[in-house]
């Protein structure tokens, strides 16, 4: 009978440890597996530098023109390279310590502007939106089911009004970026089809 008690309490305390343990890994495998809002904000607004593959809209009055590019991207320089439209494929636009440089890999021809400082506010790069998003204090962040959108609005510019940047929740990357004129018509809108940050 005592023997009975012995492996009954053993059995207890081996069922107790093992069900304590268990409930252990599944908390901390539920928190590890949860991504807030705050933390993918952080890693966005904090990247060091990028590489995507983007296409680009830009609409005017009188027409839209579309653009497949690849961008290498840190807040030092910029380096984009059009990979469609076919006529234009191969021009390169690099940045790097207020020179600009564009070159057409086609025609073997190359220009440089030295103390070009306007590329920093380019529309099209991400680390323009990064910067001014910080900088200024009309941002504000939204959230739907599936991404959150960071929104700059510049009430005294009447081409770049509002710019938004959506990141998918999942993935915590960027998948588009919308620049709207003061009558929320967009006139930049960028996909990003592929991109490494880091």
């Known amino acids: 009978m005592k023997r009975i ?3 009954g309490i053993f059995m207890i305390a081996i069922i107790a440890t093992f069900m304590f343990f268990l409930k252990k ?7 590890g597996n949860t991504i807030n809002s705050s933390s993918i904000q952080e890693y966005i607004l904090n990247m060091k530098s990028y590489e995507a593959e983007v296409e680009i809209i830009i609409k005017s009055n009188k027409n839209e023109n579309k653009y497949l590019a ?4 840190n807040f030092e320089k910029a ?6 439209p076919e006529h234009i494929k191969g021009v390169i636009i690099q940045y790097e310590k207020n ?9 073997n021809l190359s220009k440089l502007y030295q103390n070009y400082p306007y590329i920093q506010n ?4 991400l680390s323009s939106f990064i910067k001014e998003y910080k900088t200024t204090s009309n941002q504000k962040e939204m959230e ?3 991404e959150i959108i960071l929104e700059i609005k510049n009430p005294g510019n009447k081409y770049h009004n509002c710019k938004r940047l959506y990141i998918d929740k999942a993935t915590k990357k960027p998948t588009k970026l919308e620049v709207q004129d003061s009558t929320q018509n967009t006139i930049v809108y960028i996909l990003y089809n592929e991109i490494k940050i880091q």
């Open 144 to 146: 739907n089911e599936k």
């Open 99 to 107: 020179e600009l440089k564009i070159e057409n890999t086609k025609l």
């Open 70 to 73: 690849k961008q290498e991207v």
């Open 122 to 125: 380019n529309t099209l790069f």
């Open 79 to 84: 380096k984009q390279e059009i990979l469609e």
């Open 25 to 31: 890994d599944y908390k901390t495998e539920n928190f």
């Open 5 to 7: 008690l012995i492996i």
